[in-house]
């Protein structure tokens, strides 16, 4: 297992685009993870995963972002109509149900540029 | 509330001087508490943990006590290395799941 892999590394977008972004977590955490973190900023919570149900959203999730985990394996991020304001890194993590405090693995992020 | 307040960098130091990174949390609730390590290019590491009052943390050589009288975690380490120029992120978490992370000190150490 290497860890928790985000794909791509990196995204530019225009204006008013959707983008995905795909994080597989290791293979046997239950718990997968969705932060955003911008420059110069610590990274924020977005939502949360316990298998394939949706436990926790951040208020920052606004409507036009939605996270997916259909099998409670890989997970998606998409944001909709994207704008400026969403570029940041983008990152996952994941854990182990029993373990959260603290074992939480992150990916490398994936980092999008909206022009 | 639940926030995270750490020393703004970024700090330049010399290899082998001592370092200290402060870090100081909001008193709600019985936080464990965390630092985390970002090198360049890649994702966050954890580096050390607390979760109680007193606890010391400590791995490559940095240390942290989680001091509930002062509500603070800092970090600290004896003689640092060019290698331990990263980005350090001080994080809470509650009984939740979710982290609440400071805004990050940016080390640089110079040979």
């Known amino acids: 297992d290497t860890g928790v892999s985000q794909n791509p590394r990196h995204k530019i977008t225009k204006r008013g685009q959707n983008v995905t972004f795909r994080c597989d977590p290791i293979s046997e955490h239950n718990r997968l993870y969705w932060y955003r973190q911008t420059l110069g900023q610590g990274p924020e919570f977005l939502t949360y995963?316990?298998?394939?149900?949706?436990?926790?959203k951040s208020r920052l999730l606004s409507d036009r972002f939605s996270a997916e985990r259909p099998k409670g394996s890989f997970s998606t991020l998409e944001i909709q109509r994207t704008e400026q304001g969403d570029s940041a890194m983008y990152l996952c993590?994941?854990?182990?149900?029993?373990?959260?405090?603290?074992?939480?693995?992150f990916g490398s992020g994936t980092r999008l540029t909206v022009v | 509330g639940n926030s995270v307040t750490q020393m703004e960098g970024p700090v330049t130091l010399s290899e082998e001087a001592f370092l200290t990174i402060n870090c100081t949390y909001t008193a709600t609730g019985y936080p464990s508490l965390f630092w985390y390590v970002q090198y360049p290019g890649e994702g966050l590491q954890l580096l050390l943990k607390?979760?109680?009052?007193?606890d010391k943390g400590s791995n490559k050589g940095f240390e942290a006590t989680y001091r509930k009288e002062t509500t603070s975690f800092h970090l600290e380490k004896g003689s640092v290395q060019v290698s331990d120029s990263a980005v350090y992120f001080c994080a809470r978490q509650n009984t939740g799941n979710q982290f609440y992370f400071g805004t990050g000190t940016s080390l640089t150490v110079i040979p």
């Open positions: 993590a994941s854990s182990l149900e029993a373990s959260h405090l603290g074992g939480y693995t």
């Open positions: 607390a979760t109680k009052a007193d």
């Open positions: 995963f316990q298998n394939e149900a949706q436990l926790e």
